[in-house]
Every structure is written in C-alpha cells, then in structure tokens.
C-alpha cells in the first residue's frame, strides 16, 4: 500500500525559510515521480515542483523558481522542498503526491496518491 506522509510546516516570518519533508512508502522509491503543490483558500491546487525518486530529472513551476528547492533522500525514502524567501502569498496547504508512471508532470490530476497535507502560514 503506498502512503505519503508530509511534515515541516508551521508558522514563519515573511523573509523566512521552512523545509517541508514526505515520506513515501509502499513501493520501490526511485520509481516515484514525486510532487510538491499547495492551495490556499477559495484558489486550485498549484504544482510547485516534482522529481523522480532517484533525483535524476526534475521540474519546477516558473513561480517558485530560484526560491524553492526539490531534493531527494533515496536512504529515508523522502523528498523535500526547501523554501527561502517566503511572502504572505505563500500562506496555504501543501501536499507532496506520488505518481506511479513516467514522464514528470505539473497536473494534479495525474497524480495516484496524496498526502494529508501541511499548513504553512507567513506571517508577522
């Protein structure tokens, strides 16, 4: 059974920095393709970033570009998403998901499985 457990949210100034982490079990974790989204409310659900479970290819969404950061553990079966310089905007749920067949995609839709999520909130 695959699960996909988030952590790492919380409360930060604007101008802060959070690391958001998700475990992912059930199956082999570098045949994962692996997002981050968000939503805020009253707004859809945002792709932010994905990479494969091996760490070989990745993309990002051109709004978070330079100030989030997608990485891999393979030993922990974890991903991560390093966020610098964050803003009111970025106040929302996010959630890492899992797809189970290539290629990497920005599509909610085209992902299997999803996390409980973790609310991040800027704040002063």
């Known amino acids: 059974q695959v699960r996909v457990v988030e952590s790492g949210g919380g409360l930060v100034q604007p101008g802060g920095s959070l690391r958001l982490s998700c475990a992912a079990s059930?199956?082999?974790?570098?045949?994962?393709?692996l997002g981050w989204f968000r939503q805020a409310p009253g707004k859809e659900r945002e792709f932010l970033a994905t990479?494969?479970?091996?760490?070989?290819?990745?993309m990002y969404a051109d709004s978070v570009k330079g100030r989030f950061t997608i990485s891999t553990d393979n030993a922990k079966s974890t991903i991560y998403l390093q966020m610098n310089g964050l803003q009111f905007e970025d106040t929302a749920i996010y959630y890492c998901?899992?797809?189970?067949?290539?290629?990497?995609?920005?599509?909610?839709?085209?992902?299997?499985?999803w996390g409980q999520g973790t609310q991040v909130t800027v704040s002063s």
């Open positions: 998901a899992i797809k189970l067949t290539q290629p990497l995609s920005p599509r909610p839709d085209s992902y299997d499985y």
């Open positions: 059930g199956r082999t974790f570098n045949d994962y393709y």
């Open positions: 990479i494969k479970g091996d760490g070989g290819t990745n």
